[in-house]
């Protein structure tokens, strides 16, 4: 039985991912959790070493 589920994850922002190219890594790293349903960036934020960090909220589509 395939069930939705409502999660708020992290990812590093890889540096080698260009902004064009963001909205189909995102899919994928999702796409580890289940099928994303609905998804948005919620937060950016560049910590002191420069290194890149997204907040994200999404709903999936679990299939056991």
């Known amino acids: 039985m395939s069930g939705l589920r409502r999660v708020a994850l992290e990812r590093l922002w890889p540096a080698e ?30 910590l002191p070493d420069g290194t890149r960090r997204l907040q994200l909220e999404a709903v999936l589509l679990v299939v056991p």
Do not use: F, Y
């Open 17 to 46: 991912v260009a902004p064009r190219q963001l909205h189909g890594w995102l899919k994928q790293q999702l796409q580890l959790e289940g099928e994303p349903l609905r998804w948005a960036i919620t937060a950016v934020q560049t």
